[in-house]
């Protein structure tokens, strides 16, 4: 069997320059992260405030932590400073909530929206129109602590591969669009798409950045699993 680090440097070995890998750790152990972080790895996925923060009491402070669950707005203010990356902005009210937030506590938050271009009515996030909208009207201009850096999507969850990659380019045509609409947009680059089983597809779609679980750590013990 092989252990972490052989799988990490596999899966780079897999990634076009520029594309960097997010190792998704939850519900992974901190020895799991520590061995990963010994093999260079430093950008890692969270998903639960709670999680996040023991984790990061208990690794090095170099590590880039981005969070990629469903945020609760009462949460938001735990999360605020502890984060790279915020991927799962999915309604305009956590945004304002994360942008008060950080004014508050004199931070400016990187954040990624969330569009939901999958066919199954459980994910979150915006639809590709409401985001245009949001970025046609210029919504953005009212935030005061808060950089949208880009887009995060999942594909649907299907074998099917032709519907999956079509969903990873709906994401990457969005993200034309929206740079096509509001041309003095800045550093609205990133699009993180691209799980364990779909990440070739994404990277195929022009993704920039993976979130890559299951393949490095193995499957997780989530918590209804455990005794
Ligand atoms: C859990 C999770 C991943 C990682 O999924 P794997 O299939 O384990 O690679 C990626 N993105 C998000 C948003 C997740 O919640």
């Given at each position: ?22 190792a998704v750790s939850k519900f992974h152990p901190v020895e799991a992260i ?177 979130r890559i679980g299951t393949a490095i750590f193995g499957l997780r013990d ?6």
């Amino acid at each position: 069997m092989s252990t972490i680090a052989e799988r990490i440097k596999a899966i780079r070995a897999t990634l076009p320059e520029g594309v960097e890998l997010v190792a998704v750790s939850k519900f992974h152990p901190v020895e799991a992260i520590r061995e990963a972080y010994d093999a260079g790895q430093r950008s890692f996925g969270e998903s639960r405030i709670q999680e996040l923060a023991e984790k990061t009491h208990a690794l090095p402070s170099d590590i880039n932590w981005h969070f990629i669950g469903h945020l609760q707005t009462n949460k938001v203010r735990r999360l605020i400073g502890h984060a790279t990356l915020i991927e799962s902005i999915d309604s305009e009210r956590l945004l304002h909530i994360v942008d008060r937030e950080s004014e508050r506590a004199g931070v400016v938050s990187r954040v990624l929206m969330q569009v939901h271009v999958a066919r199954e009515e459980t994910k979150f996030g915006f639809s590709p129109e409401e985001l245009l909208d949001f970025f046609r009207q210029r919504r953005f201009e009212s935030l005061r602590a808060t950089h949208i850096c880009g887009l995060m999507a999942m594909a649907s969850n299907t074998d099917d591969t032709a519907r999956i990659l079509d969903d990873f380019r709906r994401v990457a045509a969005l993200r034309d669009e929206i740079l096509a609409a509001v041309p003095d947009l800045r550093g609205f680059d990133i699009l993180s798409m691209g799980m364990s089983d779909d990440y070739p597809l994404a990277i195929e779609a022009g993704s920039t950045h993976v979130r890559i679980g299951t393949a490095i750590f193995g499957l997780r013990d989530y918590p209804e699993n455990l005794p």
